[in-house]
């Protein structure tokens, strides 16, 4: 079955369900190195994605992308703003102006996203950034990795 426009409202709803759940621990993470705030960034961010991706009314996959970049950038105005901003906007363009694709697609979206966050951080791979996380993931996307598989590759990334 096909990937689709409503799917992925409801994909950005669950990640701003999850940014909830996991806000806490995201602060506490970043209060080892930083101002402990990383987790309210990414609450905010991406309810607002995910609230601007809503309202998207008979759009494509991308025009659904372009709003939750807008929403994430408007709601951040941490570091990651731009760079998830950056990230969706690729997505958005890997999938094109489109209604549905087939579900193996989204291996496209990890790796553009990925690539959107290098590009915007100028960082790389061991930079202690997300891109230690990401660029794997991207990788064991571009290969063929079952979801399990990539999801394993970011955490132990991470
Ligand atoms: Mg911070």
Redesign the pocket.
Known sequence: MDFTTSDLQALLTDLADRMRAERDHLCAL?GAI?????GIAMEQGMVAAAAAAREVTDGTLQDIFNAAAKGFLNAVG?SSGPLYATAFMRAGKALGPEKSVPRDSLRQVIVAMAEGIAHRGKAEAGQKTMLDAWLPAAEAASAGADPAAIAAAATEGA
């Open positions: 970043d930083g101002d402990a705030d990383h941490a």
